[in-house]
T-cell receptor, first 117, second 114 residues
Framework: AQSVTQLDSQVPVFEEAPVELRCNYS??????LFWYVQYPNQGLQLLLK??????LVKGINGFEAEFNKSQTSFHLRKPSVHISDTAEYFC???????????????FGKGTKLSVKP | DGGITQSPKYLFRKEGQNVTLSCEQN?????MYWYRQDPGQGLRLIYY???????QKGDIAEGYSVSREKKESFPLTVTSAQKNPTAFYLC?????????????FGPGTRLTVT
């Protein structure tokens, strides 16, 4: 079985500071990795994804994430955050041996990023 | 514009009543999903459907029912058997056979049952 752990439920940070949101996963097979963002009372929007190749992936809104296979991690980073980045961020995986549950995302519980002026 | 629509945005019901949440997509996706979101619990899968006229239970299907009569539509009924129905409900879709694309989400419906 697969699982995703987001180590911090809440991350407060000041505007223009760097931020890292941590994500670790557990899986016996290779996975695709995703980060989604959710603004209050809205649906989820894809920030970025890792499928294969370069372990550093860049997404929208200046975010990037690095896949580390040995540590089974996929941490999300931004060098300088804005007030508008205040949202909840979800890490998710899709196992590559999906079989009958093809395409089903397995989510972490989310990290609420709060950017303060 | 292609996308997923959910209606209504907010829904209020009395305890004991069944209620149906709408989800429509024009992305030509084969697969559709329903999630429930509660504070601090992330997203939990209720039901999913990979093709028309077929669907499977997710992790928390008890008290819910779905139908998939058309490719574009995947309505969710919250029945009176659901013990704690107040939550934010999200619908999503994806291309069958292309899981690496991930899922596209609708704007959600917030259901309040009193």
């Amino acid at each position: 079985a697969q699982s995703v752990t987001q180590l911090d439920s809440q991350v407060p940070v000041f505007e223009e500071a760097p931020v890292e949101l941590r994500c670790n996963y557990s899986s016996s097979v290779s996975v695709y990795l995703f980060w989604y963002v959710q603004y209050p009372n809205q649906g989820l929007q894809l920030l970025l994804k890792y499928l294969s190749g370069s372990t550093l992936v860049k997404g929208i809104n200046g975010f990037e994430a690095e896949f580390n296979k040995s540590q089974t991690s996929f941490h999300l980073r931004k060098p300088s955050v804005h007030i508008s980045d205040t949202a909840e961020y979800f890490c998710a995986v899709i196992p590559m041996n999906y079989g009958g549950s093809q395409g089903n995302l397995i989510f972490g519980k989310g990290t609420k990023l709060s950017v303060k002026p | 514009d292609g996308g997923i629509t959910q209606s209504p945005k907010y829904l209020f019901r009395k305890e004991g009543q069944n209620v149906t949440l709408s989800c429509e997509q024009n992305l030509n996706h084969d697969a559709m999903y329903w999630y429930r979101q509660d504070p601090g619990q992330g997203l939990r899968l209720i039901y999913y459907s990979q093709i028309v006229n077929d669907f499977q239970k997710g992790d928390i299907a008890e008290g819910y029912s779905v139908s998939r009569e058309k490719k574009e539509s995947f309505p969710l009924t919250v029945t009176s058997a659901q013990k704690n129905p107040t939550a934010f409900y999200l619908c999503a879709s994806s291309s069958q056979g292309v899981p690496a694309e991930g899922q596209y989400f609708g704007p959600g419906t917030r259901l309040t049952v009193t």
